[in-house]
C-alpha cells in the first residue's frame, strides 16, 4: 500500500506510522527522521537542513524531493510505503506524483490527521523521541521507563524545534504551504480524514477500520 500521512505539526502522525508499520508491514519514511539523523552524523545535507529546521521553515523542495527517490529506490519499498512528512508543498506533491508514475505507481491512500493548533503547542512541548522512530508524550503517551524507549532501550531526546516559538513558526510553515495539500488529494479522491484529538489507540483503530473497508487487504 502506498499511503501518505498528512496534517500538522503534532497531529500524530509519527506516533500512528510506527503502529501501521508494523501492522502493515510496510516501512514508515519520515523525511524528518531522515534530516535528524543526517543532522546527528554531522553530513553536508544535515548542515543545510539544520538552520530550516531550526527556524520552522521547511527545507528545499529539490533537496527534498532527492532524499526521497533515494530512499525509495531501497528494496524495503516494493511492497509500499508509509510516508509521514512528506509531500509538504504542492510541488513536492506534483514531483512525487510524477516519481511514481515512472514505474507505473501511485499514491493510493492519503490518511489527513486533524488536529487544533491550540492543542498542538502543549503535545509538541511534552514531546520525547527515539532515534529509531519512536514518539513519546510525557503525559498522554509515557515510555515504561521514564526517558528510556520501550522498544529499543535508548535515551529519549527532546527536539530542538519543539520550542514554543519555533512550533508557532511550523503552524504558519503548515498552514501556509501544506494545508494546500488537502485539496490537491482530495481533487484525486484519495484523503480520508480523522480526528487526531481522540486518543492515540482509537485513532489507530479507526484509521485501519476505514482501510478495511476500503477494503485494503491486511491481518489486523
Ligand atoms: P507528528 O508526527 O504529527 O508531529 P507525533 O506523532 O510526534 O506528531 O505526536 C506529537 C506528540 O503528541 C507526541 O508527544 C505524541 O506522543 C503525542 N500524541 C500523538 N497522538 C496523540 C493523541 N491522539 N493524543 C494525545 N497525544 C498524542
Ligand atoms: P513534525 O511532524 O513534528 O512537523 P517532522 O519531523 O516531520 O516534524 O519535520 C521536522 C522538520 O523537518 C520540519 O519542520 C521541516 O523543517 C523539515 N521537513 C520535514 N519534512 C519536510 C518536507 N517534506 N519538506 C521540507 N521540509 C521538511
Ligand atoms: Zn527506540
Known sequence: MRMILLGPPGAGKGTQAAVLSATLKIPHISTGDIFRANIKGGTPLGLLAKSYIDSGKLVPDDVTVDIVANRLKEEDCASGFIMDGFPRTVPQ????????????????????????????????????????????????????????????????????????????????????????????????????????????????????????????????
Open 93 to 220: 506533491a506534483v514531483m512525487f506524483d510524477e516519481m511514481l508514475a515512472k514505474p507505473g505507481k501511485k499514491v493510493e491512500v492519503v490518511i489527513n490527521i486533524t488536529v487544533e493548533d491550540s492543542i498542538i503547542v502543549k503535545r509538541l512541548s511534552g514531546r520525547r523521541m527515539c532515534s529509531c522512530g519512536r514518539t513519546y508524550h510525557i503525559d498522554n503517551n509515557p515510555p515504561k521507563v521514564e526517558e528510556i524507549c520501550d522498544f529499543c532501550n535508548s535515551s529519549l531526546y527532546i527536539r530542538d524545534d519543539d520550542k514554543e516559538e519555533t512550533i508557532k513558526e511550523r503552524l504558519k510553515t503548515y498552514h501556509e504551504q501544506t494545508s494546500p495539500l488537502v485539496d490537491y488529494y482530495q481533487e484525486k479522491g484519495l484523503i480520508m480524514n480523522f480526528d487526531g484529538s481522540k486518543p492515540i489507540d482509537v485513532t489507530t483503530r479507526e484509521i485501519l477500520d476505514s482501510l478495511k473497508n476500503k477494503l485494503i487487504d491486511f491481518e489486523d
